[in-house]
């Protein structure tokens, strides 16, 4: 680990700035994920399947997205860590890297943005696994239905074959 020179500070400073622009990012791409989860609620609702295959792949392409958002964003956080010789950005003196500020606000939104797309998230696949449960229902009622016409058609039909004979 390298040796923290005061000189290092206004480096410091634009990383931080940069990991406050990717932090931005990605908070808009999980927003725009918190939009599409109501209207994925209202396809499952109506059972909807190209809806459903549209919104999940929306948020396929914003979750792809977040992964290399996060992935840079891991390595300036390396890179802070490495040069301010600190084990988190908690320790970052907000009065020496004021841009810390805005790293721990947008973190929390992030937070709170995520936990909402949880809790959707949470009744979609509830509600998914509720319609998956009426089809099974339904599937297994029409197999018994399926199994009681064909009993009685094969019924019918040996009498019919017997019929003929006499």
Do not use: C, W
Not at 77 to 98: A, M, Y
Not at 131 to 154: A, D, P
Request: glycine content about 2%.
């Amino acid at each position: 680990m390298e040796h923290y020179r005061a000189g290092d500070d206004n480096m410091a400073e634009n990383t931080i700035y940069d990991m406050v622009s990717i932090i931005e990012e990605k908070l808009e791409l999980l927003k725009h994920i918190l939009d599409v989860k109501p209207k994925q609620k209202e396809a499952i609702e109506k059972e909807d399947i190209d809806a459903i295959e549209s919104s999940l792949s929306t948020i396929q392409k914003q979750i792809s997205a977040i992964d290399q958002l996060d992935s840079i964003y891991a390595d300036k956080l390396k890179e802070l860590k490495d040069r301010v010789g600190v084990e988190s950005i908690e320790e970052l003196d907000h009065t020496k890297f004021p841009n810390t500020i805005a790293l721990r606000d947008r973190i929390k939104e992030i937070r709170s943005v995520l936990e909402a797309i949880k809790i959707i998230d949470d009744e979609n696949i509830a509600l998914m696994n509720d319609k998956f449960q009426e089809t099974k229902k339904k599937l297994k009622n029409l197999r018994k239905g399926q199994k009681v016409v064909k009993g009685y058609s094969s019924d019918h039909d040996e009498t019919m074959f017997i019929n003929e004979r006499n």
